[in-house]
C-alpha cells in the first residue's frame, strides 16, 4: 500500500518561508502527477500546486502564484513545496496527493485518489 508522509510545517512569522516535503513509502515513486491541497478549519480543501510525472509541467492557484514553487526529485520519491512570504492566511492543514494521471497537472481534488495525513503550517502576523 502506497503511503504519502508530509514534513517541514511549522509554525512561522508572516514573510518567511517554509519547504515542505513528500515522500512516498514505496521503492517506486507515483508514475503520475502530484499536487499540494490545504484546508484551513472552517474552510474547504483548497488546492495549492500541482506537478506533472516529468516536472516539466506545473499548475498553481492564484492565490500562491508567485510565492510558492512545487517541485520532486523522482529518484528520492519525494515531491516538494516552497512557500515563500508567508501570509497569515496560509495557514492550514497541507496535504500532498498522487494520482496515476499522466497528462496537464491537475488542481481537481477530484483527480488524486492518493493522499497524505497532512502537516500543519502556522503563520503568525
Known amino acids: 500500500q502506497v503511503q504519502l508522509v508530509e514534513s517541514g510545517g511549522g509554525l512561522v512569522q508572516a514573510g518567511s518561508s517554509l519547504r515542505l516535503s513528500c515522500v512516498s513509502s514505496?521503492?517506486?515513486?507515483?508514475?503520475?502527477?502530484m499536487g499540494w491541497f490545504r484546508q484551513a478549519p472552517g474552510n474547504e480543501r483548497e488546492s495549492i500546486a500541482a506537478?506533472?510525472?516529468?516536472?516539466?509541467?506545473?499548475n498553481y492557484a492564484d492565490s500562491v502564484k508567485g510565492r510558492f514553487t512545487i517541485s520532486r526529485d523522482n529518484a528520492k520519491r519525494t515531491v516538494y513545496l516552497q512557500m515563500n512570504s508567508l501570509k497569515p492566511e496560509d495557514t492550514a492543514v497541507y496535504y500532498c496527493?498522487?494520482?496515476?494521471?499522466?497528462?496537464?497537472?491537475?488542481?481537481?481534488?477530484?483527480?488524486?485518489?492518493?493522499w497524505g495525513q497532512g502537516t500543519q503550517v502556522t503563520v503568525s502576523s
Open positions: 506537478i506533472s510525472w516529468s516536472g516539466r509541467e506545473t
Open positions: 514505496t521503492r517506486t515513486f507515483i508514475h503520475g502527477s
Open positions: 496527493a498522487a494520482t496515476f494521471w499522466i497528462g496537464p497537472p491537475s488542481l481537481l481534488a477530484s483527480t488524486y485518489p492518493l
